[in-house]
């Protein structure tokens, strides 16, 4: 396609080699003769943008081998000695080569803004929601006793949760805790639709039975106002941001919606973009992204985007698979339509044969009209007035495109086996007889291509348990995952002292963490008492060189005299060397070693000081888990989330009873929210309920679609049939049978 400006859609189905594209993409962008002067502003020129820190290395290392395999002849796509020459350029020029998440560069781009607007960038970012809003409540029920009104409106909240909701438990306030953290996710942080003095639209007072709904979420809506209040008192008292929320920050700081002067004040010049899984993208990152590929065509330059519909799986996170096909046809009207090009990907470069035909059935019965109809009937009682063209037509148009050819020689193998139980413990104790056997047999031949896939990392580490009790090898994500541990916080933020003594908040938090509990020269009480009186004030660390002579000099001087001294790498070491880390905490060790691995990355990756490692740690390294050993045998079980992107040789999805819920509280488009009960609520906000519900549906269509195309040699899924289910209500293994009746009749599934 001739160059720019001018827009490229590439949609492709899993396996069908999409980061290949991309990477191959960016190779012929960065290859184009330059002259040897501007060849820093065209690395920095080109942009790419992933979903997650693995498809960023992933793409990153690939373009680092196909420049290495056409600098060794090995490939004849570019000139080896242009090639040689920008690998040489790349190693010096690292933090100009541009393979970034949606997170990172939106965070990057508000950390410029903050510097440049004279606010303090030194942000910690935490996306433990959870954890935020916890301790909002709790500081609400401090409150409580001495607080009337507080204590009337927490009485309030809890008859909304038991009498309104009808909820059920001993533990209620664990309970309620968990719906008020998913209700702050619906309506988010921001708090712009929630205050305990609110009035509803003129629409809503007008109705009376949707002024009921509005009026039934009125202690919610107090209750939330007040967190969210909290929440914010919290995040600035302790410098945190919300791992997400600095899209919204960002359009703050643009004028009028434009953030064209805003790019600027950073010096930010991209021409280049590419935009990997799109339809994971949400609205608001799109605000903030069209306006930097606005700015990039209007320099001539190109937008070059690969998605499928099919794996829009993050609806939860706001994800619209819709804005690809508006980005190609509405958006940027300076790009005429002849410049506007999309082509389809459809060959399968994964899976045997049977897989491939499989998926490609199992979509086929998903776009035909006839199973819309069915499975609106199956879902909906005929007394429901449901709207369902709507539903049909985007079933349609999601899974439609899906007809892969298959480039391997291997057959595959597809393995549907039907569990009929009664009630859910029994389903259980089939599948896990079934399941431990069929694992150990392939063990035998797979023992490091296996995984098993779940909806929920509850299920994992379930199943996790009952292959431990047979002695069979497992890695799940819990054991895998690099947390955020204490430790840790403690040695990055001594890092961050180490590269800006000035920055006394780090030395404080370096100090507050374990990491200098008890060591000579340092009382732990008397610490203690310092750090609580000096907390957000300033002189520290001359206190500190006053009260504490022995251990500053010991510890704190010694370190600060070897920075810029040693590499990165041999700096943390004698930090743990010196605060006898591996010594005083043993339980720690995985942890140290995984971030003196991660500090050996960030060298080869070309980041030489402290400042620069501090950033990447900030947009990757905070987020990497300790590693698993090469080769090494043993079981995967991971979450079909985050197996996205993945492939093995033998997938099982032994649990498909996913629950089809219809939620009673929700949001409509003027951000209004209503509590919806079937029995007393006007038909639009109905309606509304059952297009969100449906919107569940086809997440679990698109999970299930994810999940079985991660198989490349053999899948392996079992359904729940035969269920008596309360109220008739359904779960996605009732749907999963009537796809499966229609791809093959030999799957013979009895009525459930």
Same mark, same amino acid.
């Given at each position: 396609?001739?160059?720019?400006?001018?827009?490229?859609?590439?949609?492709?189905?899993?396996?069908?080699?999409?980061?290949?594209?991309?990477?191959?993409?960016?190779?012929?962008?960065?290859?184009?003769?330059?002259?040897?002067?501007?060849?820093?502003?065209?690395?920095?020129?080109?942009?790419?943008?992933?979903?997650?820190?693995?498809?960023?290395?992933?793409?990153?290392?690939?373009?680092?081998?196909?420049?290495?395999?056409?600098?060794?002849?090995?490939?004849?796509?570019?000139?080896?000695?242009?090639?040689?020459?920008?690998?040489?350029?790349?190693?010096?020029?690292?933090?100009?080569?541009?393979?970034?998440?949606?997170?990172?560069?939106?965070?990057?781009?508000?950390?410029?803004?903050?510097?440049?607007?004279?606010?303090?960038?030194?942000?910690?970012?935490?996306?433990?929601?959870?954890?935020?809003?916890?301790?909002?409540?709790?500081?609400?029920?401090?409150?409580?006793?001495?607080?009337?009104?507080?204590?009337?409106?927490?009485?309030?909240?809890?008859?909304?949760?038991?009498?309104?909701?009808?909820?059920?438990?001993?533990?209620?306030?664990?309970?309620?805790?968990?719906?008020?953290?998913?209700?702050?996710?619906?309506?988010?942080?921001?708090?712009?639709?929630?205050?305990?003095?609110?009035?509803?639209?003129?629409?809503?007072?007008?109705?009376?039975?949707?002024?009921?709904?509005?009026?039934?979420?009125?202690?919610?809506?107090?209750?939330?106002?007040?967190?969210?209040?909290?929440?914010?008192?919290?995040?600035?008292?302790?410098?945190?941001?919300?791992?997400?929320?600095?899209?919204?920050?960002?359009?703050?700081?643009?004028?009028?919606?434009?953030?064209?002067?805003?790019?600027?004040?950073?010096?930010?010049?991209?021409?280049?973009?590419?935009?990997?899984?799109?339809?994971?993208?949400?609205?608001?990152?799109?605000?903030?992204?069209?306006?930097?590929?606005?700015?990039?065509?209007?320099?001539?330059?190109?937008?070059?985007?690969?998605?499928?519909?099919?794996?829009?799986?993050?609806?939860?996170?706001?994800?619209?698979?819709?804005?690809?096909?508006?980005?190609?046809?509405?958006?940027?009207?300076?790009?005429?339509?002849?410049?506007?090009?999309?082509?389809?990907?459809?060959?399968?470069?994964?899976?045997?044969?049977?897989?491939?035909?499989?998926?490609?059935?199992?979509?086929?019965?998903?776009?035909?009209?006839?199973?819309?109809?069915?499975?609106?009937?199956?879902?909906?009682?005929?007394?429901?007035?449901?709207?369902?063209?709507?539903?049909?037509?985007?079933?349609?148009?999601?899974?439609?495109?899906?007809?892969?050819?298959?480039?391997?020689?291997?057959?595959?193998?597809?393995?549907?086996?039907?569990?009929?139980?009664?009630?859910?413990?029994?389903?259980?104790?089939?599948?896990?007889?079934?399941?431990?056997?069929?694992?150990?047999?392939?063990?035998?031949?797979?023992?490091?291509?296996?995984?098993?896939?779940?909806?929920?990392?509850?299920?994992?580490?379930?199943?996790?348990?009952?292959?431990?009790?047979?002695?069979?090898?497992?890695?799940?994500?819990?054991?895998?995952?690099?947390?955020?541990?204490?430790?840790?916080?403690? $040695?990055?933020?001594? +890092?961050? =002292?180490? @590269?800006?003594? %000035?920055? !006394?908040?780090?030395?404080?938090?370096?100090?507050?963490? /374990?990491?200098?509990?008890?060591?000579?020269?340092?009382?732990?009480?008397?610490?203690?008492?310092?750090?609580?009186?000096?907390?957000?004030?300033?002189?520290?660390?001359?206190?500190?060189?006053?009260?504490?002579?022995?251990?500053?000099?010991?510890?704190?001087?010694?370190?600060?005299?070897?920075?810029?001294?040693?590499?990165?790498?041999?700096?943390?070491?004698?930090?743990?060397?010196?605060?006898?880390?591996?010594?005083?905490?043993?339980?720690?060790?995985?942890?140290?070693?995984?971030?003196?691995?991660?500090?050996?990355?960030?060298?080869?990756?070309?980041?030489?000081? $402290?400042?620069?490692? +501090?950033? =990447?740690? @900030?947009?990757? %390294?905070? !987020?990497?888990?300790?590693?698993?050993?090469?080769?090494? /045998?043993?079981?995967?079980?991971?979450?079909?989330?985050?197996?996205?992107?993945?492939?093995?040789?033998?997938?099982?999805?032994?649990?498909?009873?996913?629950?089809?819920?219809?939620?009673?509280?929700?949001?409509?488009?003027?951000?209004?929210?209503?509590?919806?009960?079937?029995?007393?609520?006007?038909?639009?906000?109905?309606?509304?309920?059952?297009?969100?519900?449906?919107?569940?549906?086809?997440?679990?269509?698109?999970?299930?679609?994810?999940?079985?195309?991660?198989?490349?040699?053999?899948?392996?899924?079992?359904?729940?049939?035969?269920?008596?289910?309360?109220?008739?209500?359904?779960?996605?293994?009732?749907?999963?049978?009537?796809?499966?009746?229609?791809?093959?009749?030999?799957?013979?599934?009895?009525?459930?």
């Amino acid at each position: 396609m001739q160059e720019g400006p001018s827009i490229l859609y590439l949609l492709g189905s899993a396996g069908a080699g999409k980061t290949h594209n991309l990477a191959k993409r960016y190779l012929d962008l960065l290859c184009q003769e330059v002259p040897e002067s501007l060849r820093k502003d065209h690395l920095r020129s080109i942009l790419a943008i992933t979903f997650t820190n693995k498809a960023a290395q992933e793409m990153k290392e690939r373009i680092i081998r196909y420049l290495k395999e056409n600098a060794l002849g090995i490939k004849e796509e570019v000139d080896s000695k242009l090639a040689r020459s920008w690998i040489e350029f790349i190693l010096f020029h690292y933090s100009d080569f541009q393979i970034k998440t949606i997170d990172s560069l939106l965070f990057s781009l508000l950390r410029g803004l903050l510097l440049e607007l004279g606010g303090k960038p030194e942000l910690e970012v935490t996306f433990n929601q959870k954890e935020i809003i916890n301790r909002s409540f709790d500081r609400l029920l401090s409150k409580m006793n001495s607080d009337e009104a507080l204590r009337r409106l927490f009485q309030e909240v809890v008859h909304c949760f038991l009498r309104i909701e009808e909820r059920k438990g001993f533990k209620i306030e664990k309970h309620l805790r968990k719906r008020l953290v998913e209700l702050f996710e619906i309506d988010g942080p921001s708090g712009k639709n929630l205050s305990p003095e609110e009035s509803p639209s003129s629409e809503v007072l007008e109705d009376p039975l949707k002024r009921k709904a509005w009026e039934r979420l009125r202690p919610y809506r107090a209750i939330l106002a007040l967190l969210i209040d909290e929440a914010k008192e919290l995040i600035n008292r302790e410098g945190i941001i919300l791992g997400g929320q600095w899209t919204k920050i960002l359009k703050e700081f643009s004028q009028e919606g434009d953030l064209s002067y805003a790019l600027f004040r950073v010096g930010f010049s991209v021409k280049h973009v590419m935009l990997d899984e799109f339809q994971d993208t949400n609205e608001e990152q799109w605000k903030v992204l069209k306006e930097i590929v606005e700015d990039a065509l209007a320099r001539g330059g190109t937008l070059f985007f690969v998605g499928d519909p099919k794996q829009a799986i993050y609806g939860w996170r706001g994800g619209n698979w819709r804005l690809m096909e508006k980005a190609f046809k509405e958006d940027f009207p300076s790009v005429p339509q002849g410049r506007r090009k999309k082509e389809s990907l459809n060959v399968n470069y994964r899976s045997g044969k049977k897989i491939v035909q499989f998926n490609n059935t199992f979509c086929k019965v998903l776009s035909d009209p006839n199973f819309g109809e069915a499975l609106v009937g199956l879902l909906f009682s005929k007394k429901n007035p449901f709207k369902k063209d709507d539903f049909i037509k985007t079933l349609g148009e999601i899974f439609t495109d899906q007809n892969q050819e298959c480039s391997k020689e291997k057959e595959g193998h597809i393995d549907v086996e039907p569990i009929t139980a009664e009630k859910k413990e029994e389903f259980l104790l089939k599948v896990k007889e079934r399941l431990v056997k069929k694992v150990r047999e392939k063990f035998e031949e797979y023992p490091k291509g296996i995984s098993i896939l779940v909806r929920k990392n509850a299920e994992g580490e379930e199943i996790s348990q009952w292959l431990s009790e047979e002695e069979i090898p497992v890695i799940t994500e819990n054991s895998l995952r690099l947390k955020r541990a204490p430790l840790l916080k403690g $040695l990055v933020c001594l +890092l961050r =002292f180490l @590269d800006w003594p %000035g920055d !006394e908040l780090a030395l404080w938090s370096a100090l507050k963490s /374990e990491l200098f509990h008890d060591l000579p020269g340092f009382p732990a009480q008397r610490l203690e008492e310092l750090l609580e009186m000096q907390k957000g004030k300033e002189g520290l660390r001359r206190l500190l060189q006053i009260q504490f002579p022995e251990g500053f000099k010991k510890y704190l001087e010694i370190l600060s005299e070897k920075v810029g001294f040693l590499s990165l790498y041999e700096l943390c070491q004698e930090i743990m060397r010196t605060l006898r880390l591996f010594e005083r905490f043993p339980q720690g060790k995985d942890i140290l070693r995984r971030f003196l691995e991660l500090v050996h990355k960030a060298e080869r990756l070309g980041i030489r000081n $402290l400042s620069e490692f +501090l950033e =990447f740690w @900030d947009k990757e %390294g905070g !987020e990497e888990r300790i590693g698993t050993p090469e080769g090494v /045998e043993a079981v995967r079980i991971l979450t079909i989330h985050k197996a996205k992107g993945l492939e093995f040789p033998v997938v099982f999805i032994p649990l498909t009873d996913w629950p089809l819920k219809k939620e009673n509280i929700l949001k409509d488009e003027k951000g209004e929210l209503f509590y919806v009960k079937a029995d007393s609520a006007p038909a639009d906000l109905l309606e509304l309920q059952n297009q969100d519900f449906l919107s569940k549906v086809i997440e679990s269509l698109n999970l299930f679609y994810v999940g079985a195309t991660r198989a490349m040699e053999e899948f392996h899924v079992y359904v729940y049939t035969n269920v008596k289910q309360k109220g008739g209500q359904k779960n996605f293994s009732h749907i999963l049978q009537e796809i499966l009746k229609r791809i093959d009749p030999k799957y013979g599934f009895q009525k459930a």
